[in-house]
């Protein structure tokens, strides 16, 4: 009897870890670069958000869609962007017990689009490879000096990515010959059915931009209904290469209109809604935070100065010191 009993308590454990398992979430900020080192004081608000992930992302410079060359980690970069400063930023948000998702990205000049990139020839194509591997294999190096959780290979790259498959291949070969732990690719909200390469990684990585409500102040309702479709599409998804989906950026603006297009980050929309990005924002958890095949997300963006950044009177991505914070410190919580 006593055997019996034993077995029983121990499936009764062995079913609460697993419960336990399946609604542990990736709990994440979009921690933004800055020009200095980051200290105790610049994380205590991401610790006060009970945030258990940070995305960590150093950029490389191309001048335009159709030049090659990558730079990255020089002398003229913010320090955050720079392999010594990402090594100060794991390491100091890694002492407040958060993980890292190391997501190094391009930017092109005057912020055109990164999913448009295209050579215009087999040579410029060649060595766009070459310094992209360059770029991306040193940070791979460093995420497994540091023991970086999750490292991101790319971000919004769709034409290099249609145009070059089999380079993307043979570089995830190389990534995990050089990195242990786990990785993803942020394909943008309209990219990632194309995404060729999704069951060579561990993560369906989506940056969920997705369009779920014309109003111009939506109700939370209106943001789960149009939110629907795109669920049904990404259950599917997950379920057909058995991999989890994670929100590698979410996030809307306070303005108008906020779930119509909300990858739009046009300076001259000048509308300040701070209720439409809230209903917005809990929608969002609502929708998903439950979901066994959800992994949780990155919320866009999160600065190092907390007191100078958000508030009332800001319409831009970021939720801090606004009532959208407060919906995700609240999911956040609860679905540690």
């Keep these: ?14 079913s609460c870890s697993m419960n336990t398992a399946q609604h542990s979430k990736i709990n994440g900020v979009s921690f933004v670069a800055s020009r200095d080192s980051i200290s105790e004081k610049h994380l205590k608000p991401v610790v006060d958000l009970h945030a258990n992930y940070a995305a960590i992302m150093p950029f490389g410079f191309i001048k335009n869609l159709e030049h090659p060359e990558l730079i990255y980690n020089t002398d003229r970069q913010w320090f ?22 190391l997501k190094p990205q391009i930017w092109v000049w005057r ?40 490292f991101c290979i790319g971000t919004e790259l769709e ?26 690719y942020a394909a943008n909200w309209d990219e990632y059915k194309r995404t060729p390469f999704w069951s060579e990684l561990d993560f369906i990585g989506i940056d969920a931009y997705f369009p779920i409500s014309d109003e111009k102040t939506p109700s939370v309702e209106d943001c789960v209904i149009g939110w629907q479709p795109h669920k049904k599409l990404l259950k599917e998804l997950s379920e057909t290469y058995d991999k989890s989906i994670l929100f590698t950026e979410f996030g809307y603006r306070s303005m108008d209109y906020t779930g119509k297009e909300p990858w739009v980050s046009d300076y001259e929309i000048t509308s300040l809604n701070l209720i439409a ?41 970021t939720p801090q010191n606004k009532p959208a914070e407060t919906v995700i ?6 679905k540690k």
């Design 277 to 317: 990005q809230e209903n917005a924002t809990e929608a969002l958890f609502e929708t998903f935070w439950d979901e066994n095949w959800f992994a949780g997300g990155f919320v866009w963006k999160w600065f190092h100065n907390y007191e100078e950044r958000g508030g009332e009177t800001d319409n831009q991505f």
């Design 80 to 101: 955050g962007e720079t392999l010594m400063g990402v090594s100060q930023y794991i390491d100091a948000l890694e002492r407040q017990n958060i993980q890292i998702m």
């Design 329 to 334: 410190k609240s999911f956040y919580d609860i």
């Design 111 to 150: 912020g055109e689009y990164t999913g448009h990139i295209k050579m215009p020839t087999e040579l410029a194509w060649k060595e766009l490879e070459e310094t992209y591997s360059n770029f991306i294999l040193e940070y791979a190096k460093l995420a497994q000096e540091k023991h970086v959780a999750l």
């Design 159 to 184: 034409q290099f990515i249609a145009h070059r498959p089999e380079y993307w291949q043979t570089l995830i070969k190389l990534i995990r010959e050089l990195y242990k732990g786990k990785l993803t």
């Design 1 to 14: 009897m006593a055997r019996y009993l034993t077995c029983f308590l121990v499936l009764i454990l062995c």
